[in-house]
C-alpha cells in the first residue's frame, strides 16, 4: 500500500498555490485540540467518545493524535445537522448519549468494566461486536446499534480526512489548486504532487 | 409568524401559529426582541418594503428552475423578485477547496429519512444559496431520451409525460448554448440534433481513462460526456467572459472560477441584468391568498425580521421536498390529494476499484465519460434504462461514504484509505418509477422555525432492484477488464424528484402541462417536483428547459388575457 511523505500539504499551505480561503479552512485544523474542555458532553462521556475514535482511528505513529471528539462535541452543542437523519434514528444529540452508554454496557457485559478502563485489544472486542450489530446492552433497544455505528464512523472520517496531516497520510494534495490541473490522465503527475514509496 | 394585525383584511393564512393565544405570544415576541436585539426592527438599516408595492411576479427558489424563468420574465419586462432561502456569497473569495468548509452550500435543515432504502440530503442533493442546489451539481448535462418521457406507453409501467421530447428540445439548444456546455458532437446517442455542443469536451481523467478502456474491450460505446463547465473561455450575454474549467476537480463542492455554469454565474446575472431583483437570506413561511382563492402575496424571513412580498403570481421553485411542504404547510394546491406523493430517487449505484495506476481522484472534471448503451439495453429485465459514467471523488467525500459501506475501522480502514490515489469509480444513474409507497409527509417534530420537519419515505421497489442487479453485474464486468482489485458496490439513490406531478387532470395531478397548478388561479411550480417520472438522466438540464417553457408558456397566456 503506498505511503506519502511527511508535510506535502503543510508545505503548500505556505506557497501561493493555495486560497487564502483555502488555508484558512486547513491551517485551523493544523491547531493542537489536545487540551479541548468539553461543553455538550460531560467530563466522562467525553473521555468514552475519545476512547472510541481512538480505537476506530488508531494512530500509534502520531505523538500527538489527530483529535476526533472535539468536532462531535461542537457540532452537539450547536445543534449543527448535515441535512438529513435515519428516521430510525432519535435526534442527534440522544443518538450520541445512547449509543455511547450502549457502548459502556456493552463492555460491562464482556469485561465487566467501563470502554475507557479497557485494554486496546479489549476494546477492539466491544467495538467489532457494535461493527457486527451484536453489542449487549439495554440502550440498544432504543438505538439501533448499525445505524450508530455508521453515523459515528462517517462522522469520525469525514473529521479524519479533512484534517491536513491525514491529507498527507492519503497522498491527497487537492488542495493546491490556483494553477489548475493540466495532467490529468493515468500516471500523470504534477511537480506538486507526492510520489509514493513503499 | 407574522402579528395578527399586520394581516390585511380579507387574506386567509391557514398556517397557524404554533402559539393561539395573542397575550402569550405577545410575551414572547417581546422576550425574543430583548434577547436579541438584531430582531428589533429599530436596530435594522433597511426600511421594510411598502407592503402595498405589488409586483408581478415572485419566484421563491433561485436554482435550476426558478433562475432561467426569473432572467426570462424580467427579460419580458416584468417586475419580479426572487426570495432565496440561503446566502449570496462570492465564489472568488468565500470558497475554499475544501470539502468540510464548503458544507455551506448544503441545505442541512434535516429531514428524516424513512423507507427500507433511506435518501441521503444535504450534500447528496440539496443545496442552498443563491444559485440552489447548481452550486454543488456535478455539471453532468446529458439531454433527456424520447422515451425517458413515454415510459407507460413503451413499457406498460411508470407514467407518460403529458408532452414529447418535442417541446423540450428548442429549450436544450438554447441552455446548451447559453451555459456553453463542453460536449461530443455529434452525440454518438443521439445524433440527428438540429445544433452540436457550442464547445468541445472537456479532457478525461484518470478514471475516465480507465472506462474508456474497458468499456471498449467489452464492446461498450463510451464518449466524452456532456458538461456544463467551460472547456474553453465563453462569452455570455449578460455576464461577458466566463474562464475555462482548470481540472481542479471540485464541481460538487463549489467552482470558485465561474467555469461551472451554476446559476450564480448564468442566468441570475442576466436577470438582475434586466431588471430582476434576487433577495437572499429570504425564507419564505408563508403564502397568502384573498376569498377567491387567489394568490396575494408571500410572508418571509430575513435576518430576524418577518416580511410580506404581495405579487400577482407565484412560481414556487423550492426543489421537490421544500416545494411540497410550502404546500402542505400553506394547505395549498392539495385537491388532487398528489402533493408530497410519487416522491423518485434514481439509482445511483456505485462500483469503486483499486488499481496499479496513479489515478489522482480529485483531477478533472469528476464525471468524464459517459455511455448511454444502457439506455434501453436488450437482456433488461426491468422498464426504463440507466446510463454509465466514470467518478471523480474528493478525500471526504470518498472516505464518509466507503464507511457506510464498508464498515472499515481500526488499522484497516487506514490501510484501505491510504489507497485513494489509486481507486476510481463508475456509477449509474438510473430511471426509476413513480410508486405509491414513496412519498413525502410533514413529522411531528419541529425544526428551529418552529416548522414540522419533512419526513421521506423511499424503498426501492422491484424494478429498481433489478435495474440495480443488472448495472452492478455490468460496472463489475469493467472494473475487472480495467484491471480492478478489491471491487465494491454501493447502493445509493440521488436526486429529489416528483411531490407535485406534473398531468393531464386536476383529479391525478398537481399542476397542467403548462406547469400551472390546477387549483390556484397564479401558481406556478417548476422544478424537479414537477417531474411525472423520473428520466434515465441527470436532472438539471431538463429542469432548466422545463423552467424556460414554463416561463414561455406564462407569457402566451398573459398576452393572450390582454
Given at each position: 500500500?503506498p505511503?506519502?511523505?511527511?508535510?506535502?500539504?503543510?508545505?503548500?499551505?505556505?506557497?501561493?498555490?493555495?486560497t487564502?480561503?483555502?488555508?484558512?479552512?486547513?491551517?485551523?485544523?493544523?491547531?493542537?485540540?489536545?487540551?479541548y474542555?468539553p461543553?455538550?458532553?460531560?467530563?466522562?462521556?467525553?473521555q468514552?467518545?475519545?476512547?472510541?475514535?481512538?480505537?476506530?482511528?488508531?494512530?500509534?505513529?502520531?505523538?500527538?493524535?489527530?483529535?476526533?471528539?472535539?468536532?462531535?462535541?461542537?457540532?452537539?452543542?450547536?445543534?449543527?445537522a448535515?441535512?438529513?437523519?435515519?428516521?430510525?434514528?432519535?435526534?442527534?444529540?440522544?443518538?450520541?448519549?445512547?449509543?455511547?452508554?450502549g457502548?459502556?454496557?456493552?463492555?460491562?457485559?464482556?469485561?465487566?468494566?467501563?470502554?475507557v478502563?479497557l485494554?486496546?485489544?479489549?476494546?477492539?472486542?466491544?467495538?467489532?461486536?457494535?461493527?457486527?450489530?451484536?453489542?449487549?446492552?439495554?440502550?440498544?433497544?432504543?438505538?439501533?446499534?448499525?445505524?450508530?455505528?455508521?453515523?459515528?464512523?462517517?462522522?469520525?472520517?469525514?473529521?479524519?480526512y479533512?484534517?491536513?496531516l491525514?491529507?498527507?497520510?492519503?497522498?491527497?494534495?487537492?488542495?493546491?489548486?490556483?494553477?489548475?490541473?493540466?495532467?490529468?490522465?493515468?500516471?500523470e503527475?504534477?511537480?506538486?504532487?507526492p510520489?509514493?514509496?513503499? | 409568524?407574522?402579528?395578527?394585525?399586520?394581516?390585511?383584511?380579507?387574506?386567509?393564512?391557514p398556517?397557524?401559529?404554533?402559539?393561539?393565544?395573542?397575550l402569550l405570544?405577545?410575551?414572547l415576541?417581546?422576550?425574543?426582541?430583548?434577547?436579541d436585539?438584531?430582531?428589533?426592527?429599530?436596530?435594522?438599516?433597511?426600511?421594510?418594503?411598502?407592503?402595498?408595492?405589488?409586483?408581478?411576479?415572485?419566484?421563491?427558489?433561485t436554482?435550476?428552475g426558478?433562475?432561467?424563468?426569473?432572467?426570462?420574465?424580467?427579460?419580458?419586462?416584468?417586475?419580479?423578485?426572487?426570495l432565496?432561502?440561503?446566502?449570496?456569497?462570492d465564489?472568488t473569495?468565500?470558497?475554499?477547496?475544501?470539502?468540510?468548509?464548503?458544507?455551506?452550500?448544503?441545505?442541512?435543515?434535516?429531514?428524516?429519512?424513512?423507507?427500507?432504502?433511506?435518501?441521503?440530503?444535504?450534500?447528496?442533493?440539496?443545496?442552498t444559496?443563491?444559485?440552489?442546489?447548481?452550486?454543488?451539481?456535478?455539471?453532468?448535462?446529458p439531454?433527456?431520451?424520447?422515451?425517458d418521457?413515454?415510459l407507460?406507453?413503451?413499457?406498460?409501467q411508470?407514467?407518460?409525460?403529458?408532452?414529447?421530447?418535442?417541446?423540450?428540445?428548442?429549450?436544450?439548444?438554447?441552455?446548451?448554448?447559453?451555459?456553453?456546455?463542453?460536449?461530443?458532437?455529434?452525440y454518438?446517442?443521439?445524433?440527428?440534433?438540429?445544433?452540436?455542443?457550442?464547445?468541445a469536451?472537456?479532457?478525461?481523467?484518470?478514471?475516465?481513462?480507465?472506462?474508456?478502456?474497458a468499456?471498449?474491450?467489452?464492446?461498450?460505446r463510451?464518449?466524452?460526456?456532456?458538461?456544463?463547465?467551460?472547456?474553453?473561455?465563453?462569452?455570455?450575454?449578460?455576464?461577458?467572459?466566463r474562464?475555462?474549467?482548470?481540472?481542479?476537480?471540485?464541481?460538487?463542492?463549489?467552482?470558485?472560477?465561474?467555469?461551472?455554469?451554476?446559476?450564480?454565474?448564468?442566468?441570475?446575472?442576466?436577470a438582475?441584468?434586466?431588471?430582476?431583483?434576487i433577495?437572499?437570506?429570504?425564507?419564505?413561511?408563508?403564502?397568502?391568498r384573498?376569498?377567491?382563492?387567489?394568490?396575494?402575496?408571500v410572508?418571509?424571513?430575513?435576518?430576524?425580521?418577518?416580511v410580506?412580498?404581495?405579487?400577482?403570481n407565484?412560481?414556487?421553485?423550492?426543489g421537490?421536498?421544500?416545494?411540497?411542504?410550502?404546500?402542505m404547510l400553506?394547505?395549498?394546491?392539495?385537491?388532487?390529494?398528489q402533493?408530497?406523493?410519487?416522491?423518485?430517487?434514481?439509482?445511483?449505484?456505485?462500483v469503486?476499484?483499486t488499481?496499479?495506476?496513479?489515478?489522482?481522484?480529485?483531477?478533472?472534471?469528476?464525471?468524464g465519460?459517459?455511455?448511454?448503451d444502457?439506455?434501453?439495453?436488450?437482456?433488461a429485465?426491468?422498464?426504463?434504462?440507466y446510463?454509465?459514467?466514470?467518478?471523480g471523488?474528493?478525500?471526504?467525500?470518498?472516505?464518509?461514504?466507503?464507511?457506510?459501506?464498508?464498515?472499515?475501522?481500526g488499522q484497516?480502514?487506514?490501510?484501505?484509505?491510504?489507497?485513494?490515489?489509486?481507486i476510481?469509480?463508475?456509477?449509474?444513474?438510473?430511471?426509476?418509477?413513480p410508486?405509491?409507497?414513496?412519498?413525502?409527509?410533514?413529522?411531528?417534530?419541529?425544526?428551529?422555525?418552529?416548522?414540522?420537519?419533512?419526513?421521506?419515505h423511499?424503498?426501492?421497489?422491484?424494478?429498481?432492484?433489478r435495474?440495480?442487479r443488472?448495472?452492478?453485474?455490468?460496472?463489475?464486468q469493467?472494473?475487472q477488464?480495467a484491471?480492478?482489485?478489491?471491487?465494491?458496490?454501493?447502493?445509493?439513490?440521488?436526486?429529489?424528484?416528483?411531490?407535485?406531478?406534473?398531468?393531464?387532470?386536476?383529479?391525478?395531478?398537481?399542476?397542467?402541462?403548462?406547469?400551472?397548478?390546477f387549483?390556484?388561479?397564479?401558481?406556478?411550480?417548476?422544478?424537479?417536483?414537477?417531474?411525472?417520472?423520473a428520466?434515465?438522466?441527470?436532472?438539471?438540464?431538463?429542469?432548466?428547459?422545463?423552467?424556460?417553457?414554463t416561463?414561455?408558456?406564462?407569457?402566451?397566456?398573459?398576452k393572450?388575457?390582454?
Amino acid at each position: 500500500m503506498p505511503h506519502y511523505p511527511e508535510g506535502t500539504v503543510r508545505a503548500l499551505l505556505e506557497t501561493d498555490l493555495v486560497t487564502p480561503a483555502t488555508r484558512a479552512a486547513l491551517e485551523a485544523r493544523l491547531v493542537s485540540q489536545a487540551d479541548y474542555a468539553p461543553q455538550f458532553f460531560d467530563a466522562d462521556t467525553y473521555q468514552l467518545l475519545r476512547a472510541v475514535a481512538a480505537r476506530v482511528f488508531p494512530q500509534p505513529d502520531r505523538e500527538t493524535p489527530i483529535e476526533l471528539a472535539p468536532n462531535v462535541d461542537k457540532r452537539l452543542l450547536e445543534g449543527r445537522a448535515d441535512g438529513w437523519r435515519y428516521d430510525a434514528m432519535p435526534p442527534d444529540r440522544e443518538a450520541y448519549r445512547l449509543g455511547l452508554g450502549g457502548i459502556n454496557q456493552a463492555a460491562q457485559a464482556a469485561f465487566q468494566q467501563l470502554f475507557v478502563a479497557l485494554s486496546a485489544e479489549q476494546q477492539d472486542v466491544i467495538i467489532g461486536q457494535l461493527a457486527a450489530a451484536e453489542a449487549p446492552g439495554e440502550n440498544w433497544q432504543e438505538v439501533p446499534q448499525d445505524k450508530f455505528f455508521e453515523e459515528m464512523l462517517a462522522e469520525l472520517a469525514e473529521s479524519y480526512y479533512a484534517h491536513p496531516l491525514a491529507q498527507e497520510e492519503i497522498g491527497y494534495v487537492g488542495m493546491a489548486d490556483i494553477p489548475g490541473w493540466t495532467k490529468i490522465g493515468l500516471n500523470e503527475l504534477e511537480p506538486r504532487e507526492p510520489e509514493a514509496y513503499g | 409568524m407574522p402579528e395578527e394585525e399586520t394581516l390585511e383584511e380579507g387574506t386567509l393564512t391557514p398556517l397557524q401559529p404554533e402559539i393561539q393565544d395573542p397575550l402569550l405570544r405577545e410575551i414572547l415576541e417581546e422576550n425574543d426582541l430583548q434577547a436579541d436585539p438584531s430582531r428589533n426592527p429599530l436596530e435594522q438599516p433597511a426600511p421594510l418594503p411598502d407592503p402595498t408595492d405589488e409586483v408581478d411576479c415572485v419566484v421563491i427558489g433561485t436554482g435550476a428552475g426558478g433562475a432561467p424563468l426569473l432572467a426570462r420574465l424580467a427579460q419580458a419586462g416584468l417586475r419580479v423578485v426572487a426570495l432565496e432561502a440561503g446566502p449570496r456569497r462570492d465564489p472568488t473569495k468565500d470558497y475554499a477547496t475544501d470539502e468540510k468548509a464548503q458544507n455551506f452550500l448544503f441545505w442541512n435543515d434535516e429531514r428524516l429519512s424513512a423507507g427500507h432504502n433511506p435518501v441521503a440530503f444535504g450534500k447528496n442533493n440539496s443545496g442552498t444559496g443563491v444559485g440552489g442546489s447548481t452550486l454543488h451539481y456535478t455539471a453532468y448535462t446529458p439531454r433527456a431520451h424520447r422515451g425517458d418521457l413515454t415510459l407507460h406507453t413503451d413499457f406498460g409501467q411508470g407514467v407518460d409525460w403529458p408532452f414529447q421530447i418535442d417541446e423540450l428540445a428548442p429549450y436544450y439548444e438554447e441552455i446548451e448554448h447559453f451555459l456553453g456546455i463542453s460536449g461530443p458532437t455529434p452525440y454518438p446517442w443521439d445524433p440527428t440534433r438540429r445544433k452540436g455542443y457550442p464547445l468541445a469536451p472537456l479532457p478525461l481523467n484518470g478514471a475516465a481513462q480507465l472506462m474508456e478502456r474497458a468499456c471498449g474491450k467489452l464492446g461498450i460505446r463510451t464518449s466524452p460526456a456532456a458538461n456544463a463547465a467551460l472547456s474553453a473561455r465563453y462569452y455570455q450575454e449578460g455576464i461577458g467572459w466566463r474562464e475555462a474549467c482548470t481540472n481542479r476537480g471540485f464541481c460538487q463542492a463549489g467552482c470558485n472560477r465561474g467555469a461551472k455554469a451554476s446559476m450564480d454565474v448564468t442566468f441570475l446575472p442576466l436577470a438582475e441584468s434586466y431588471g430582476a431583483e434576487i433577495r437572499a437570506d429570504a425564507y419564505v413561511t408563508e403564502i397568502e391568498r384573498d376569498a377567491s382563492g387567489r394568490i396575494t402575496g408571500v410572508m418571509y424571513e430575513q435576518h430576524g425580521r418577518t416580511v410580506r412580498q404581495r405579487c400577482r403570481n407565484l412560481f414556487l421553485c423550492a426543489g421537490a421536498v421544500e416545494t411540497p411542504r410550502l404546500l402542505m404547510l400553506n394547505e395549498l394546491a392539495l385537491n388532487s390529494g398528489q402533493v408530497g406523493k410519487h416522491f423518485m430517487a434514481h439509482p445511483g449505484m456505485q462500483v469503486w476499484g483499486t488499481f496499479p495506476e496513479d489515478i489522482r481522484p480529485y483531477k478533472g472534471i469528476p464525471g468524464g465519460l459517459i455511455s448511454e448503451d444502457t439506455h434501453r439495453p436488450k437482456d433488461a429485465d426491468f422498464a426504463g434504462g440507466y446510463l454509465l459514467q466514470s467518478i471523480g471523488v474528493m478525500p471526504v467525500t470518498f472516505a464518509t461514504q466507503m464507511v457506510r459501506q464498508r464498515k472499515l475501522w481500526g488499522q484497516p480502514l487506514r490501510d484501505y484509505m491510504r489507497n485513494y490515489n489509486h481507486i476510481a469509480g463508475i456509477n449509474i444513474l438510473g430511471d426509476c418509477l413513480p410508486h405509491a409507497s414513496n412519498f413525502m409527509e410533514l413529522s411531528d417534530e419541529k425544526d428551529a422555525r418552529g416548522l414540522p420537519k419533512p419526513r421521506l419515505h423511499f424503498t426501492a421497489q422491484e424494478n429498481e432492484q433489478r435495474m440495480n442487479r443488472h448495472a452492478e453485474k455490468l460496472m463489475r464486468q469493467i472494473w475487472q477488464e480495467a484491471g480492478a482489485t478489491d471491487i465494491w458496490a454501493f447502493e445509493r439513490y440521488a436526486h429529489v424528484i416528483g411531490t407535485a406531478r406534473m398531468g393531464r387532470s386536476g383529479d391525478d395531478a398537481v399542476v397542467d402541462p403548462d406547469g400551472k397548478a390546477f387549483d390556484v388561479p397564479n401558481l406556478y411550480i417548476c422544478d424537479n417536483s414537477v417531474f411525472p417520472s423520473a428520466l434515465s438522466v441527470n436532472p438539471a438540464l431538463t429542469i432548466m428547459a422545463l423552467s424556460l417553457r414554463t416561463a414561455d408558456k406564462f407569457l402566451l397566456q398573459r398576452k393572450a388575457a390582454g
